[in-house]
């Protein structure tokens, strides 16, 4: 029974009909434009389906718990979907219905309702009636509906009018029966008039006679009484028949008011109706799930009367709607004024306590909802710093704003984000680029705008590019033996190659090699400080033969072999004649570099590896001093 | 008989016999010391040739004044190999001792002619040596 407090709401499919599900489903057929005659059988301006004959896959269910309304397999809340927010954004902008036509419209309606209140309806209120629907349906705002209603009657009193001359053809037929009856008894009575004779057999013979004279003259009579009790039977058929189509199509008429909302065109039919079908059968000829969900609803079959009394219920809960939502904005409850502005408003679209409501007061309302709608499509989205943003402001216009909701979603979805962004960091300090990815992807999954997320991954994304930039870089260099330049830039790449070992032990490597350069330059520099050029060339000259593409180096060699230009020129003629095989020569040569410069290593060198060709035992070649 | 006026010797006749005397004496020393030098058959040796290729001139034997300055290896079989600094220059030449002129002290210091001979891979052999 959780229904019935708000079974209006269970019939308001052209209101929603063309609203967006939940789920992504087949597209829903739009619902069919108001029909202004009654439709041949039930539901075809109610149904959007494919069935029209019936309710049963078109019959919404509102469970006010959740406000999920479930209609044709699919789900929508009432409170979020896009027609419904148009149409009540587009109600609470909209100037209340207050001109002239307007109030003389309902007025009209008034007027028929009121003639035809069962406690004064009479035969001439019903023809008064009458001649005011097609007046009603002149206004636009009434869509035709009055004369289809006038149709519907007229169809109706046109079917009674039928049925009325099968009744006199009944009676003229019933006449004819008892004519025949009558006629047939007259020729049985008559045949017994005459005198049998007296033997056996000719007494027979005259009654067999007899007989066959009785049934010939009967013959006709019988038949023609068989025809009459036939003629009887088909129009009393007929007679139901019609009664029955008629009335169906009148309560489909109805039934199509009621789910088009438009309640008070739904009493003005019901009362026609109850005037026009006098014989107390308002029992509702509708399919049986359109059956089943009155019957759910009120608990019995349903009636004309049911439609009736719903439709009155509906009035009643629109205009309570509507003093509800006025008191609640006096009071700065402006959540629960918007969300019974908008009940009533999804009951009674069309009724005119909704249609008079001044805009003024209805656009209090409108910045709650489209704030409401904004942090509903917020959350939808995850832009949780929008959606908070809208929670605050709707804290601030709406006294009774629960937040409770939003803000969970919104504070669970940045604590969420937050793990999954901090994870990222450790992932890409530890270069765990699998486990970034991962992370990085989960929090945007969960929170797409997220500031913090931008920020990270952008300082991830930016350091990834120095880092890599850097790598490039090295690899360059390296390419080009260029370790000057990549010991002048160290730290960058020292930095850069943190993650990826093999490049740690080339850069390592290069490092070392230039810390020997370094070294040699650093030695050299100081020797020919003081004044030992040869010295200091030989510091250079032996790192320059590991690494004679060291610019640096080359620089300071240079200026070293010009500074000590007899001996590197010695030392090179004895180099080049050893290389010939002059060893005598060659021998000469290092002994007189040795003798420029007694410290010379490389003359050293020379003089013993060529004493070693000369003398390959030699047991001593200590100097003679 | 007449006698003949006595005459004397003019002093000037002495000091010119005296003269020729020491002329002949070191004119004769020049040609005993140039007669009696063993190596004075011997033209000294192309040092700018030596240092520039030697093996060009192996098999020559020259002359080499020399001063012994350190000795840069031996062995019993080849010998000695000393590195001598050449008199009159600062080139410093490297010379074998062969093994058969062991008995020869040689000091740093020591200056030597020396008689070479210009033997395989161009090293300086020593064939004859005489102090200087």
Redesign the interface.
């Known amino acids: 029974m959780k229904y019935f407090f708000l079974s209006p709401l269970l019939l308001t499919p052209l209101l929603l009909s063309a609203q967006v599900p939940d789920a992504p489903r087949a597209p829903v057929a739009a619902p069919a434009p108001v029909s202004t005659a009654p439709a041949a059988s039930g539901g075809e301006g109610a149904s959007p389906t494919s069935k029209p004959a019936s309710f049963a896959d078109s019959l919404p269910v509102f469970n006010p718990s959740t406000e999920m309304l479930t209609w044709n397999g699919q789900n929508w809340n009432i409170n979020d979907n896009r027609l419904f927010q148009a149409r009540f954004e587009k109600y609470l902008n909209a100037p209340e219905s207050t001109d002239e036509e307007d109030a003389a419209y309902r007025q009209l309606l008034q007027q028929i309702i009121d003639k035809l209140a069962p406690a004064k309806v009479t035969s001439q209120a019903v023809d008064e009636a009458f001649r005011l629907l097609p007046q009603a349906s002149r206004y636009d705002i009434d869509a035709r509906l009055c004369e289809g209603i006038g149709d519907a009657v007229y169809s109706a009193w046109r079917a009674m009018d039928n049925n009325q001359r099968l009744v006199e053809a009944n009676k003229s037929l019933e006449q004819e029966r008892k004519r025949a009856e009558w006629n047939a008894r007259v020729v049985t009575s008559t045949s017994t008039l005459s005198v049998p004779p007296k033997s056996g057999a000719a007494a027979r013979e005259w009654a067999r006679q007899q007989r066959q004279k009785r049934d010939a003259d009967l013959l006709p009579y019988k038949s023609r009484l068989a025809e009459a009790l036939a003629a009887i039977k088909l129009n009393q058929a007929k007679k139901e028949l019609s009664e029955l189509q008629t009335k169906i199509e009148f309560q489909t008429l109805i039934v199509q008011l009621f789910l088009q909302r438009r309640f008070q065109h739904v009493i003005i039919a019901s009362r026609f109706y109850r005037s026009v079908f006098s014989d107390g059968d308002t029992t509702l000829n509708v399919g049986s799930d359109t059956k089943d969900l009155f019957a759910k609803t009120i608990g019995n079959p349903p009636t004309v009367s049911t439609l009736d009394t719903l439709a009155n219920e509906a009035l009643r809960d629109a205009r309570e709607g509507v003093q509800a939502y006025r008191f609640l904005l006096e009071r700065n409850e402006l959540q629960s004024a918007t969300k019974r502005l908008a009940e009533a408003f999804t009951i009674g679209e069309y009724l005119p306590e909704l249609r008079t409501l001044p805009r003024e007061i209805k656009r209090k309302a409108l910045s709650f909802t489209q704030k409401s709608y904004q942090l509903v499509s917020a959350l939808e989205v995850k832009d949780y710093t929008l959606a908070r943003k809208l929670v605050e402001e709707l804290e601030v216009i709406a006294r009774d704003f629960d937040n409770s909701k939003p803000m969970a979603a919104i504070e669970t979805a940045r604590t969420v984000s937050a793990m999954h962004l901090a994870k990222a960091r450790n992932a890409a300090v530890s270069g765990d680029r699998e486990t970034l990815e991962s992370e990085l992807k989960a929090a945007t999954e969960i929170w797409p705008r997220n500031p913090a997320l931008a920020d990270v991954s952008g300082k991830i994304f930016d350091s990834a590019d120095v880092q890599q930039k850097a790598l490039a870089d090295l690899d360059q260099l390296l390419a080009q033996n260029n370790h000057r330049q990549i010991f002048e830039d160290k730290v960058r790449f020292i930095a850069a190659t943190a993650l990826y070992p093999d490049r740690q032990e080339q850069l390592k490597k290069v490092l070392d090699n230039m810390q020997i350069i370094e070294g040699a330059i650093i030695r050299a520099s100081e020797i020919a400080r003081h004044g030992d050029y040869a010295g200091a060339w030989e510091q250079v000259e032996i790192v320059f033969s590991q690494f004679p593409q060291d610019n640096k180096l080359n620089q300071v060699r240079a200026d070293l072999t010009t500074q000590a230009a007899e001996f590197v020129r010695t030392l090179r003629t004895a180099q080049d004649l050893e290389a010939k095989g002059e060893t005598g020569s060659s021998l000469a040569w290092y002994l007189k570099a040795q003798k420029l410069y007694p410290a010379s290593s490389f003359g050293r060198a020379g003089i013993e590896r060529l004493v070693e060709e000369l003398l390959p035992d030699a047991q001593a070649s200590t100097a003679v001093h | 008989m007449a006698r003949r006026a006595h005459s004397s010797t003019h002093p000037a006749w002495f000091a010119a016999a005296l003269v020729v005397v020491l002329l002949f004496a070191g004119g004769g020393y020049l040609i005993y010391s140039q007669l009696s030098d063993p190596f004075r058959t011997f033209s000294p040796l192309p040092v700018e040739a030596?240092?520039?290729?030697?093996?060009s001139l192996r098999g020559n034997r020259y002359r080499v004044d020399v001063t012994?300055?350190?000795?840069?290896?031996?062995?019993?079989?080849?010998g000695r190999?000393?590195?001598m600094?050449l008199d009159g220059s600062?080139?410093?030449?490297?010379l074998?001792i062969p093994a058969e002129l062991n008995s020869i002290n040689?000091?740093?210091g020591q200056r030597f002619t020396i008689e070479v001979e210009?033997i395989d891979?161009?090293?300086?052999e020593v064939k004859r040596l005489r102090k200087a």
């Open positions: 030596y240092l520039q290729n030697a093996n012994v300055a350190n000795q840069l290896g031996w062995t019993p079989q080849k190999l000393y590195s600094d600062d080139d410093v030449l490297p074998l040689l000091q740093k210009v891979r161009g090293i300086l």
